[in-house]
């Protein structure tokens, strides 16, 4: 096989470990791109492997750009949320990957250390051995089998129970939407998980709550007031976006903002709205099935 075939084989799981690494869809496809041209320079004849050398080109490359990316969010205004990726609507079926992808593990994952992260996705999402990603990061075989012990034990301390999406999800989303269209506090409430979470990633660019939002009642408040300041000619679409249940909502056929809702028995627990325009650009395209 050629550079070009090799490569366009396993770019679904170079973009899923660089989105992983980096929480950013720019930012991976830059890092594809990058890599690219990086392996066009290779000699195939001496590569034994080229799906772990191809992911440890882009590990790489996504460890630099996320240590870059995070001095710049120091400065951040309000939440900060990873971009979100279009998946496909079926995504929710492969369990895993749904998962790894949702905002509340993607939130999660930002919690660790770059080095710590790479290795946990590459792991735990990716199913490489200890020998391999320690050949991706740039560290002992050992060294790496305690980094991932490490990680895994974090993010499994902190991390949500996963519901994948079906019919129960679609009715929760469904009166959710509902509700907020009449604007009903006593409806939402009913809807929402007493431990809800709103949280808004306008970047100082767009409207945006500054912090984070908790509880039934406030939500529901803030989705009131929401549904009471429309949008100028307004649309929505039904989509899933990062394995969960959304709704884009344009404004003049511009996309205006990305609402993820993530449920667990019956309830909406979280709702993860990202307006900052610079994160939406890519929005219409589909995050690639990983191989």
């Keep these: 096989m050629t550079h070009d075939e090799l490569f366009t084989r396993h770019r679904g799981l170079l973009f899923g470990i660089a989105y992983e690494i980096t929480g950013s869809v720019a930012d991976s496809e830059d890092i594809l791109q990058d890599s690219y041209l990086r392996w066009a320079e290779v000699d195939l004849d001496e590569v034994a492997n080229p799906r772990a050398y191809l992911s440890r080109v882009v590990t790489r490359q996504a460890l630099n750009a996320l240590r870059t990316a995070q001095r ?24 895993l990957l749904a998962e790894s992808v949702s905002m509340a593990m993607m939130l999660v994952l930002e919690t660790l250390g770059p080095l710590e992260r790479a290795v946990f996705v590459l792991r735990e999402v990716f199913g490489f051995d200890h020998a391999q990603i320690a050949a991706a990061v740039g ?17 499994h301390a902190r991390r949500k129970r996963y519901t994948a999406s079906g019919a129960e999800t679609r009715r929760v989303v469904e009166e959710l939407l509902a509700a907020a269209g009449t604007g009903d506090v006593e409806a939402l409430m009913k809807v929402l998980s007493p431990e809800v979470v709103y949280v808004a990633d306008g970047g100082g660019k767009a409207t945006a709550a500054r912090v984070p939002v908790s509880g039934a009642k406030k939500v529901a408040r803030l989705l009131r007031n929401l549904g009471r300041r429309p949008l100028p000619d307004m649309r929505f679409e039904f989509a899933s976006f990062n394995g969960l249940p959304a709704l884009a909502v344009y404004s003049a056929e511009r996309l205006d903002l990305v609402m993820m809702i993530e449920t667990d028995a019956g309830l909406v627990t979280g709702l993860y709205v990202v307006r900052n325009p610079d994160k939406l650009g890519a929005a219409d395209r589909v995050m690639p099935p990983v191989h």
Excluded: K, N
């Excluded at 309000?78 to 079926?93: H, N």
């Design 72 to 95: 710049r969010r120091e400065d951040y205004v309000g939440p900060w949320l990873p971009e979100p990726v279009r998946t496909a609507p079926d995504a929710a079926e492969d369990v």
């Design 139 to 155: 560290r002992p075989e050992a060294t790496v089998r305690q980094i991932a012990h490490r990680a895994r034990s974090h993010v």
